[in-house]
């Protein structure tokens, strides 16, 4: 016998965490949609910076042992930085225009990117395991196990809600600053028309690169929070990149809106499969979603175009 | 048919990089002493020697080389689930091996064939267009058969081979939506991306499922000797290249780069694009399949984690990449390649997988077409080139050739 009570309380749990697990999904997938959108790049090396920028925070509070909140202020600009000289130095001499240019076919033009950027993966998980080794580390804060009760029956992790909020003011800003400044609307020029805004007199290898390294610096918030809700290895960069793919996909590609709506629903979707047919189900029930809508609606669950 | 895809392309834009292809000549004299070499190498180098077990990985990798190569660099359809393959052929071979109480031998050609099985499942519905209905009559019949085993089981609980009625559900529910996802539909990085999330999601399976060891895997019975390993990669390898190098110099061959330079161009020539497609997918999956069995009873264990690494897709991209993407002997040498640096640098100073990486962002940006590639490039500028029918350069410019010749000798040039 099903209690209603108990049966609407699972329930409510479910799009309560689900939401709350979207907004990590949204956080971290900013980044991708920001490279997708812009540079029409997909950085399969995604996953692997948001480790490198969780072990830059726990790096830099071994050193400086304050506050774990001190540690974005130090990581963000490095990853800005890294973000930056990689796009300059490297994935600027992969883009479309830069294979037209060395006269490669279309179709290598396509594959290009895919395989310089997961050569890439591999060489950041290799070095990580290099300079930090294969033991599981975590950003110690004594928030994790705070929750926020909303009903005798219903709560939220404290930490999980800070960065759902995080998140949605992440995006908020970073839309309202492509829409108001010149350096956000040269960015959505060279998103647009990469040949128009060049001839516009931008200088569109420094916009993708200012674009880059905003895609790492929310990375790197994203890594923060990675490090702060669990442990982390090296090699645990490639699940974060197909989540935050499939949040992309499900958004509207390279849409910022859209990954949190994206976020949002994978993570509902998820926190269902788990609640009613078992913790197996969640990972599964997440990665047969993301199939679906790519096979089904590959424009995204709401189409848009290019970024907000 | 073929020679309407030289119209209107210019040098530069003819095969996958640009005018790609091996015009280089290769003597069968190299071949055959090549292959003796190869065949009286044990009783030089000694039957349990590292040196043997050394080249019994080259021809592994290369096998592995091969199958990617011909649905990356010759179909043009870039995939980073290939370790599904892997897995599903070498779990197949585990299962029937120990539940089948069968030598690992006669277990072996089932990896081959659950291999390209599940690929086939992938390639359904076969009509890339207009094919909802398909996928209804498909999955409805999927769905009875299902409701059928359930109920076959629910009166003999001896038959069910899944043994636990979640995993039993997560996988043939797997299955049914695999076999409705038309994967062949998507291109570029949805194709990558779909192709490693469906080998993500197998893996899950396996991980829950206790009847193939859940996490812990399972273990092959080792009476295969290092010998008669080396003996069958050698054969296998030996196989697979020349069915590759007849296949690709025929129409079908043709038909495959056509595809993979304009795929609409191809269609509207009356290529069936869907048909050479799945023949691609399927072959190639079968022998990775093959291959990974291969592997398996050399290292003896198999679980989910190492069979559905995504480092076999990073392995085998380096083998290709560093040979020479759509070219035959590109997984040949690329495979070398990889097992010296990877296996014999990496043991002496570690790294090897770093090193690995670096080596493939460099060649991807300053020799794209591999060393083949290159070797090939330099032939043709070299006194090579008069073992070339005087056609050929004609051919190559690509500038209103086909007419007289229909089936260009190279691959490049079309």
């Not at chain 1, 294979?99 to 060489?123: C, D, H, N, Q, Y």
């Not at chain 1, 404290?158 to 010149?182: D, K």
Request: contains cysteine; hydrophobic residues 55%.
């Amino acid at each position: 016998v099903i209690d209603p009570y108990w049966a609407l309380i699972d329930l409510a749990n479910g799009i309560l965490t689900g939401t709350m697990l979207g907004g990590s999904y949204a956080l971290i997938s900013i980044g991708l949609a920001l490279n997708f959108g812009v540079m029409r790049l997909v950085n399969l090396s995604h996953g692997d910076w948001l480790i490198v920028a969780a072990y830059l925070c726990v790096a830099a509070l071994s050193a400086f042992p304050v506050s774990p909140f001190a540690a974005p202020v130090v990581v963000v600009p490095i990853m800005f930085g890294i973000g930056y000289a990689l796009q300059r130095g490297l994935l600027n001499r992969i883009s479309v225009q830069a294979t037209e240019r060395k006269g490669m076919s279309p179709v290598f033009a396509i594959m290009l990117p895919l395989l310089v950027t997961f050569g890439l993966s591999i060489v950041v998980s290799q070095g990580l395991l290099a300079v930090f080794s294969a033991d599981a580390v975590t950003i110690k804060n004594d928030l994790s196990f705070s929750s926020i009760s909303l009903t005798d029956d219903l709560s939220i992790s404290l930490l999980r809600f800070g960065f759902f909020v995080a998140a949605s003011v992440l995006i908020g800003l970073l839309a309202a600053w492509m829409r108001l400044t010149h350096v956000g609307r040269a960015i959505r020029a060279a998103a647009d028309d990469p040949e128009v805004a060049a001839l516009m007199g931008m200088r569109t290898p420094h916009v993708y690169a200012v674009a880059s390294g905003l895609s790492l610096a929310s990375s790197a918030i994203a890594g923060f929070m990675i490090g702060m809700l669990r442990s982390f290895q090296p090699f645990d960069g490639s699940p974060f990149l197909l989540t935050a793919f499939g949040v992309v996909v499900i958004g509207g590609l390279g849409s910022l809106g859209g990954c949190l709506a994206g976020g949002i629903i994978l993570g509902i979707v998820q926190v269902l499969a788990g609640t009613y047919f078992g913790a197996g189900a969640q990972q599964m029930g997440g990665y047969l979603f993301i199939l679906l809508v790519l096979a089904v609606r590959p424009q995204g669950l709401f189409a848009r175009k290019a970024v907000s | 048919v073929i020679s309407g895809f030289n119209d209107g392309t210019s040098k530069e834009k003819n095969g996958i990089i640009g005018g790609l292809g091996e015009r280089r000549y290769v003597p069968p004299a190299l071949i055959v002493g090549l292959l003796f070499m190869l065949c009286v190498a044990p009783t030089v180098v000694g039957a349990q020697s590292y040196a043997l077990h050394i080249l019994m990985s080259i021809f592994l990798f290369a096998i592995l080389g091969h199958a990617w190569n011909l649905i990356a660099g010759f179909a043009g359809m870039l995939s980073f689930g290939q370790q599904a393959f892997i897995g599903v052929g070498g779990f197949a071979q585990a299962l029937l091996a120990y539940y089948g109480s069968v030598s690992v031998w006669t277990a072996w050609p089932i990896s081959g064939l659950a291999a390209a099985a599940f690929a086939l499942l992938l390639c359904l519905p076969t009509k890339a267009r207009g094919s909802r209905r398909r996928v209804v009559y498909g999955v409805t019949v999927a769905v009875l058969a299902w409701i059928g085993y359930e109920a076959l089981i629910s009166f003999f609980p001896d038959a069910d081979v899944f043994q636990s009625t979640y995993v039993r559900r997560e996988i043939l529910l797997l299955l049914v939506f695999l076999g409705a996802l038309p994967l062949m539909k998507l291109r570029g990085a949805y194709f990558a991306i779909a192709t490693w999330l469906i080998a993500e999601a197998v893996s899950t399976a396996f991980n829950g499922w206790d009847v193939s060891g859940a996490g812990g895997g399972m273990q092959l019975r080792s009476e295969v000797t290092q010998l008669q390993l080396y003996y069958v990669a050698l054969a296998l390898l030996a196989a697979v290249t020349t069915v590759i190098w007849v296949w690709m110099h025929s129409y079908q061959g043709l038909a495959l780069t056509a595809i993979r330079d304009d795929e609409d161009a191809a269609q509207s020539s009356g290529v069936d694009v869907d048909r050479v497609k799945m023949l691609v997918f399927v072959f190639s999956a079968a022998i990775t399949g093959l291959a990974s069995g291969l592997y398996f009873m050399d290292v003896v264990i198999i679980t989910p984690p190492s069979a559905f690494s995504i480092s076999w897709a990073a392995d085998i991209v380096f083998v290709v990449v560093a040979g020479g993407m759509g070219t035959i002997t590109g997984p040949l040498v690329g495979a070398v390649l990889f097992v010296v640096i990877e296996r014999l640098l990496g043991a002496v100073a570690g790294q090897g997988l770093l090193v690995l990486g670096i080596l493939s962002i460099v060649l991807m940006l300053f020799l794209p077409r591999g060393v083949m590639g290159v070797i090939s490039g330099l032939s043709n500028h070299g006194p090579r080139r008069r073992f070339l029918p005087a056609k050929q350069s004609v051919l190559s410019v690509g500038a209103s050739s086909g007419i007289e010749e229909t089936r260009p000798r190279s691959l490049g040039d079309i």
